[in-house]
């Protein structure tokens, strides 16, 4: 059953509605307007739980169907089905967090992407073995950990010496 998951959730809620059921009988149509499943899914779950066909109209008796779905409420599957939404659920939260992260929109001041080793912004120091950046809050750290990626692109054989990883 392709979508039965999502019906699922509603089984007490559908249980009640069982109970002031006037008919001692439901047809496909109430079953596929109840639990929102197509004509076929519902004619393959009335067979499923021993309904009938009567002329051209799939039954299943009311007290029948209260029966399955106590059976079904009462089963592993509602569990499971939380289970997974849970685990999904964490996934996707996993997810959002990684890509946030990912696009981020870095500040960049004009003339970044020529920006030199010689004229980094205040508060970034590169000596020997040793980089300081001071920062206020994470944009102006991530504004000046580009500029210094940009000004290590521009003249990588400057940083080398600056840096301290090459012999002089």
Not at 29 to 57: D, F, K, N, P, V
Not at 90 to 100: F, I, P, Q, S, T
Not at 104 to 122: C, E, H, K, T, Y
């Amino acid at each position: 059953m392709a979508r039965k998951i999502e019906w699922l959730e509603r089984v007490p809620e559908l249980l009640k509605q069982l109970e002031d059921f006037p008919a001692p009988v439901l047809d496909r149509a109430a079953l596929e307007q109840w639990l929102g499943l197509s004509r076929r899914q519902c004619i393959r779950l009335m067979h499923r739980w021993g309904g009938y066909q009567a002329g051209r109209t799939f039954l299943i008796g009311r007290e029948r169907m209260r029966e399955e779905l106590e059976q079904l409420l009462a089963g592993e599957e509602p569990r499971r089905e939380q289970r997974r939404r849970q685990r999904l659920s964490a996934l996707v939260e996993r997810w959002h967090a990684d890509l946030k992260g990912r696009y981020i929109a870095i500040p960049a001041a004009a003339g970044v992407l020529a920006q030199g080793l010689d004229s980094l912004p205040a508060g970034v120091r590169l000596a020997p073995g040793q980089l300081l950046i001071d920062f206020r809050d994470p944009e102006q750290l991530l504004e000046r950990l580009l500029a210094l990626v940009m000004g290590i692109q521009n003249d990588y054989g400057r940083f080398e010496k600056l840096a301290g990883d090459t012999p002089e």
